[in-house]
């Protein structure tokens, strides 16, 4: 079945804006995508009708405003294949990682290594260096091939007796790089390491199963997923949540409290502090439910389809470096043009319309890596068209005669 990409569109309001006088082309999903009418009025339809707080309240709209918190829980673990009780309502991605990196650096001693690769986002990155700076652990870095590709050789040597987690990207923000989640976790749970997959990119643009990956934790964030800002999730193995300590504490993920002790809930609630980020919830399951009428490969199909067309109308051009061009990769093109600084490009497309993104992309080792201090990126998403990846390049064209 072919991907409807006019009547997807039609579903996200502020695609018909325009920018500086031209219609707005927004390549910029990657790090923010547009919200389809369903998550928007599911989310003030519960301030309309269906609003208070959850989970302490015996009237009548507490109850129903848990019902739908709780539903959005069901919907975030059918959607990944998890149980419910397995899916912790964070405030994104980035908390989703601190969450785990502080409960089990509780336990790590000094000596103690993660693995990491050299295409992880800050976020996978940070919360794991306070670990080597408060705890003494050690942090090893996967090679990135040059093409873009994790060195499976080189992740192999890194693995020893003293890893205890392996923290990776199922696919990169900046390279569209995307790992095999499954052969590396089974390298990983080889070596007797706790994996953690970061699937803030992944989980847009393929089917995630987490029990067939069978990695321990897997992260992502609510709005990249056409869902709102503000919730992300953090997956653990029903046993693996068990174990973590409490990350935060507050109302709502304690069992008792008095002068003297304190008992914990069980997760996920142990992990949920205070008064959770409902409608947010409320919204991302609006947004699982509004793409689980969508033909998910005939969408990845069509993003692919964008991005070939793309990188076959820029081959040739010689001021044009891409970064990443590994096989198998997702929709996203980072790139630089020679004599420009990639935010110049950015502003510069804006002009015509086109929203990329310019910067680290939040990867300084993988920039690093690249030997580039910055890149623009344009990201593409289920409602870009052919005729807006064709604006892109004709933009690109024009933006790079100002620096010829
Ligand atoms: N990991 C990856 C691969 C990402 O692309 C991002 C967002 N750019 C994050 C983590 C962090 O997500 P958030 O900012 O939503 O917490």
Redesign the pocket.
Known sequence: MAFDVEAARAEFPILLRHVHGKPLVYLDS??SAQKPRAVIEAMTNAMEHSYANVHRGLHTLANETTDAYEAARNKVAGFIGAEPAEIVFTK????AVNLVAAGIGASLQAGDEIVLTEME?H??IVPWHFLRERKGVVLKWTRVTDDGALDLEHFQSLLGPRTRVVAL?H???VLGTINDAKALTRMAHEAGALVLL?G??AIVHKPVDVKDIDCDFYVF?G??LYGPTGI?ILYGKADRLAALPPYQGGGEMIGIVSQDEITYADPPHRFEAGTPAILEAIGLGAAIDWLSTQDRVAIAEHEHALYAHVRERLQGMNWLRVIGEAPGKGAILSFTVDGAHAHDVAQILDRYGVAVRAGT??AEPLMRRFGVTSSARASFALYNTLEEADAFVDALTKTQAFFA
């Open positions: 990657a790090a994104g991605g980035t908390e986002h976020a996978n990207s696919m990169s923000n970061d803030c990119q964030s709005h990249k992300g992309h939040c």
